[in-house]
């Protein structure tokens, strides 16, 4: 759906009171009178093509909703609330299908019904299965495939830790399974490198479908480049962040000597929650979409997201803390301190907050949580170099009594932790929306959302 040109909310605002738009009233020579007797006529026209493609009232609700129209305009249409207004445009305007059936040879049915398998049956979450209000879930070879497609980060990462394992120096360091074999540091390095570069394409692979795929066009190329560099820093702190900033603190690290110490444990951990992550996606937006056809007012419909965000939120966390706890117990490192695990998972988190709002149309917000927690573990790093420096030496000091207190994690728990928290208070905002959960967008790249 086009937006309508100049400024929605003014234009709706002169279409209640009867003017034109330019000042003068509709009909000249008759006295100026301050409403007409049907305002919403002109607003059926100026909307149409939402009305007429539009699954249920909500869904003209959320179009209205998305150009600024609120329930003080609403009644300036003579109706309580956006959602009484979209009902009655809903009623009002013939569905495009019933006339695409009417047209069609031996075109029958009941008004109202959709043609199954239509050109928008399930075009909401084909991959996933996940349906449209009131339809039935669209399953096939697409779903599995992308459930398949979720497990490969977490197998290609468990690959470069076995194969890392077995190509260590020390003889014991290697699983049974997989003796170690002699091999060269550089030889080492080059797997690692090659690891990290699959595991990368594997996680771009897992959220280019199923439910973690972005749908909602006109995301800059700009945009998303950022978003990937603050996820690669993100994953990179969590992975190599103790070591470099115990290095820092202790005068180091000494170059090119030094040899990074990486978290394998929150690596693989991160690496497996990419399916719960598509799993808890998969369950808010159906549930979501239910709400949406069964809901009498945007309020009601708000009231019944708010639990789901919350639940597909917990749900999420519970299994990222098994696989980090388990994890952690499978290699070895089930000693290591609270904020050792507590880091990876507020990490998760985050990432998880962060794709859920930019697949529901918000990746502004996704972005700006993500940049908040590399900033801040960005801002750590250089606060303790600074501290080197003449006369700067109280600048280190907040970090280094947070990490005398509770450990280097310490750093990247309370950035991930303070931003997953500002996106969660986003997301309770922005996704109890009805325009949150409505249809994307079909049109060509670059058309901005209803």
């Known amino acids: 759906m086009n937006a309508p040109e100049g400024g929605s909310a003014r234009a709706l605002k002169d279409t209640a009171e ?20 049907d305002p919403v006529r002109a607003l059926m026209h100026r909307h149409h093509a939402l009305c007429a493609h539009a699954v249920d009232a909500l869904e003209i609700a959320a179009g209205l909703e998305a150009h600024g129209v609120t329930d003080r305009t609403a009644a300036r249409f003579r109706h309580r609330d956006v959602f009484s207004l979209a009902e009655e445009l809903y009623a009002r305007v013939p569905r495009a299908d019933q006339g695409a059936a009417a047209a069609a040879p031996g075109g029958g049915g009941a008004p109202g019904d959709r043609p199954a398998g239509g050109p928008d049956a399930g ?47 020390p003889p014991g360091a290697a699983p049974r399974a997989f003796p170690a074999a002699p091999a060269t540091p550089a030889v080492r390095t080059a797997v690692g490198a090659a690891g ?30 950022a978003l990937w560099v603050c996820v690669c820093w993100a994953a990179g702190y969590a992975v190599y962040g103790d070591w470099l900033l115990g290095q820092l603190l202790a005068g180091g690290p000494d170059l090119p000597s030094a040899t990074p110490r990486a978290d394998v444990a929150a690596a693989l951990a991160l690496s497996l929650a990419v399916l719960p992550a598509a799993g808890g996606a998969r369950w808010f937006a159906r549930r979501g979409r239910r709400a949406l056809a069964t809901s009498r007012g945007l ?71 993500l940049a908040c927690a590399a900033a801040l573990e960005a801002l750590a790093a250089a606060l303790v170099l600074s501290a080197r420096l003449p006369g700067l030496t109280p600048l280190g000091l907040p970090v280094e009594t947070l990490t ?32 949150a959960h409505a249809s994307a967008p079909t049109g060509p790249a670059g058309t901005p959302r209803p």
């Not at 009867?18 to 007797?37: F, I, L």
């Not at 599995?144 to 077995?166: D, E, K, M, S, Y």
């Not at 507020?346 to 859920?356: I, K, P």
């Open 18 to 37: 009867g003017h034109d738009g330019t000042g003068g009233e509709r009909a000249a020579g008759r006295p100026a009178r301050r409403g007409s007797a």
């Open 123 to 169: 075009d909401a979450y084909p991959e996933a299965g996940i349906p449209e209000a009131g339809g039935r879930p669209v399953r096939g070879w697409g779903g599995r495939c992308a459930a398949v497609l979720q497990l490969l980060p977490g197998a290609v990462t468990t690959a470069t830790v076995v194969a890392l394992a077995a190509l260590a120096s």
């Open 196 to 225: 990290v570069v699959l595991i990368v394409l594997a996680v771009r692979l897992a959220v280019r479908s199923g439910p973690l795929r972005v749908r909602h066009r006109g995301t800059g190329a700009a945009r998303t480049a």
């Open 299 to 369: 309020e009601e419909f708000a009231a019944r997201v708010r639990p789901l965000l919350l639940g597909a939120t917990l749900l999420f966390l519970g299994a990222l803390t098994a696989l980090l706890l388990g994890a952690r117990a499978v290699l070895g490192s089930h000693g290591a301190p609270a904020p050792a695990v507590v880091a990876p998972a507020a990490l998760g988190v985050l990432l998880f907050l962060a794709r859920l709002l930019a697949v529901h149309g918000f990746p502004e917000a996704a972005a700006t949580g």
């Open 404 to 435: 005398t207190a509770a450990g280097p994690a310490a750093v990247p728990a309370v950035a991930a932790g303070v931003a997953a928290l500002g996106l969660l208070g986003y997301g309770l905002r922005a996704l109890t929306g009805a325009c």
